[in-house]
């Protein structure tokens, strides 16, 4: 079968940073995707890995290492908005896109 | 840009009534839209993919006959919950890929939520 693994929810304090992990085990790859979703409301894009390494974007990161099937989202400097679910998606050697649960991040003053 | 609407945000309903959800994406033209599924505190369950001119192709488990998507035009794409019972409700949100590369991300609609009464 074709999974991906994020924790369930994190905690982290504003002004910190915190890393969400992502390990998928899937048919083929053609590419990782980041998105964030706020409560009651559709995901947005956040990031895209297809090569190793890192990928910068403002305050938020993103790392890929495909021999190893992670991959990680780094969120800097938190702020109280980025109290969200963070989705991981990865898109297989069909196409398809496979969607994991999402990690619910919540940020305490 | 990228812009994707969808239409209406909340639907309350009858059982038996059916009901249509429009998805447009408003500033590109989209092959391809997708419709997903999702409910409280789980994943995204893509339940089709909608190409524009054809036959939307249906995920395992999907009644297609339940669930009907038209595909009419590279703008729009409808999904109509045909008589839709309480275990129909949810959130439905469609999306769209601006670009027929694979590494351009689906953009959302804002999603609809749809309760049975």
Same mark, same amino acid.
């Given at each position: 079968g074709q999974n991906i693994d994020q924790p369930t929810e994190m905690t982290a304090t504003e002004g910190a940073i915190v890393q969400i992990n992502c390990t998928y085990q899937t048919?083929?790859?053609?590419?990782?995707?980041?998105y964030q979703q706020?409560?009651?409301e559709a995901p947005t894009f956040l990031s895209y890995n297809v090569l190793d390494g890192l990928e910068e974007k403002g305050r938020f990161s993103s790392f890929l290492s495909r021999s190893k099937g992670y991959s990680y989202l780094l969120l800097k400097e938190?702020?109280?908005?980025?109290?969200?679910?963070?989705?991981?998606?990865?898109?297989n050697s069909n196409y398809q896109l496979i969607w994991g649960a999402g990690t619910k991040l919540i940020i305490k003053p | 840009g990228a812009v994707v609407s969808q239409h209406p945000s909340w639907?309350?309903?009858?059982?038996?009534?059916?009901?249509?959800?429009?998805?447009?994406?408003?500033?590109?033209?989209?092959?391809?839209?997708?419709?997903?599924?999702?409910? #409280?505190?789980?994943?995204?369950?893509?339940?089709?993919?909608?190409?524009?001119?054809s036959k939307a192709t249906y995920e395992q488990g999907v009644e297609k006959d339940k669930f009907l998507i038209n595909h009419a035009s590279?703008?729009?794409?409808?999904?109509?919950?045909?008589?839709?019972? #309480?275990?129909?409700?949810?959130?439905?949100?469609?999306?769209?890929?601006?670009?027929?590369?694979?590494?351009? #991300?689906?953009?959302f609609g804002d999603g609809t939520r749809l309760s049975i009464l």
């Open positions: 048919s083929g790859f053609n590419g990782l995707f980041w706020h409560a009651g938190l702020q109280m908005k980025d109290s969200a679910s963070y989705l991981c998606a990865v898109k | 639907v309350i309903c009858k059982s038996g009534t059916s009901v249509k959800i429009e998805c447009r994406s408003l500033d590109f033209q989209a092959t391809t839209m997708f419709w997903y599924r999702q409910f #409280p505190k789980q994943s995204l369950m893509l339940m089709a993919t909608s190409n524009e001119g590279l703008t729009l794409s409808t999904l109509t919950v045909t008589s839709a019972h #309480p275990e129909d409700s949810s959130f439905y949100i469609c999306s769209a890929r601006d670009g027929d590369r694979e590494s351009q #991300p689906q953009h």
